[in-house]
């Protein structure tokens, strides 16, 4: 891989700042929205680019192949079930609690490669890793201004979403031989296919009176952050590999909290500073023990 230039880092930094400007703008969508709407919309518009770009390169997309199980499961583990239970939680939780809630993925992913696969073995930098990062979210938990008995359980639901962007990342491992543009484009279709259903019978979408804001914050995410965001992570990928790319996971939970705050005047407390200190140093150790699959996602 070529030396990374300051076009490589700006285009990284963008991905970050994309990808953490979606936890208050689900915030802003659930003003409106139901949780299941917003994941179902969300999945929807991200579809839209991916589909057009392998149309594009003539990439086949095998989303009803044989292999269609696979990417179904996919579609609901690592889309489905994450987006509604972060767009549920966040409607009691503050965007920039989501951010570093969500910021675990890389040190979740730790625990459970070293369990389901062979290559992904626990070490003392990443033991290190695990120990700061979740020691970050129980002292985050303590804080009792943004964190109560009416939200705690929309805070564990939005921990819990990101344990399935693992858990689906370890299942597209299965499928690791296809490319990537056609596995994301039938992941998509599937999240869709299975989420429109539900989003139909439990929220009724067309019942709603969605505000201006909420609407262009859930077309934002669909496009942004589920759509183009993956497009410029595989363009980064393909230029500098996964080890530089792997760094919006740094950059991601401190943009979160600083959009958090100019764009909803959310609170942060010297509690939220320090979870989120112990969080990024819990992501550098493990990554720096490790050029393992990346497994994020917001």
Known sequence: MKTPTLKDYILLSTLSLIWASAFFNIKIA???YGPITIACLRIMFGAIPVILLCVYQRIKIEAFSKDWKWFAAIGFLNLVVPFFLIAYGVQKVQSNL???LMSSTPISATILAH????KEKINIFKIIGILLGFSGILYLFSDNLLITKDNILSALM???GSTFYVIGGILTLKISHKKNENVTASILIWG????LPFS???EQPWNMTPRLDSTLSLIYLGIFPTGIAWLLRFM???NNGLVFQSQVAYLIPIFGVILGYIFLQEIVTSKVIFALVAVVLGIYFVKKS??????WGT
């Open 158 to 160: 939005i921990l819990l």
């Open 115 to 118: 369990i389901y696969t062979d």
């Open 200 to 202: 139909i019978f439990f």
């Open 192 to 195: 869709t296919i299975i989420i």
């Open 236 to 238: 980064i990928l393909k």
């Open 30 to 32: 659930t003003y409106s």
């Open 98 to 100: 989501a951010a570093i």
């Open 290 to 295: 490790t050029t393992s699959k990346n497994f």
